[in-house]
């Protein structure tokens, strides 16, 4: 079954960067999509953006765009984060997720697969 294990998180302090990753494995050439989702303690777990597998189109929340960046690496099954400018708001717990069939990559509804998690906490 698909997998997904996300590395990567930590302390940072205001202003710096972070990349966390995330390695899929079982089943995953099938994947059209995999995302970032964020949830921080008493909150939704909000979109923080996404990436078509093929092709490569990419999707930004707002309070994000500009400052980080996903990109995929399909050969080694994996998706990274880049995470530039940190704010304190920006901590939070970051899960990787991916399914087969997506229309909305904001949407974390539609996605099946999800990881563990991995805690970004920005210091200020």
């Known amino acids: 079954q698909v997998q997904l294990v996300e590395s990567g998180g930590g302390l940072v302090q205001a202003g710096g960067s972070l990349r966390v990753s995330c390695f899929a494995s079982g089943g995953t050439f099938s994947m059209d999509a995999m995302g970032w989702f964020r949830q921080a303690p008493g909150k939704e777990r909000e979109f923080v953006a996404a990436?078509?597998?093929?092709?490569?189109?990419?999707y930004y929340a707002s309070s994000v765009n500009g400052r980080f960046t996903i990109s995929r690496d399909n050969a080694k099954n994996t998706v990274n984060l880049q995470m530039n400018s940190l704010k304190p708001e920006d901590t939070a717990v970051y899960y990787c997720?991916?399914?087969?069939?997506?229309?909305?990559?904001?949407?974390?509804?539609?996605?099946?697969?999800w990881g563990q998690g991995t805690q970004v906490t920005v210091s200020s």
């Open positions: 997720a991916a399914d087969r069939r997506i229309v909305a990559a904001t949407n974390r509804y539609e996605y099946d697969y």
């Open positions: 990436i078509r597998l093929s092709g490569g189109n990419t």
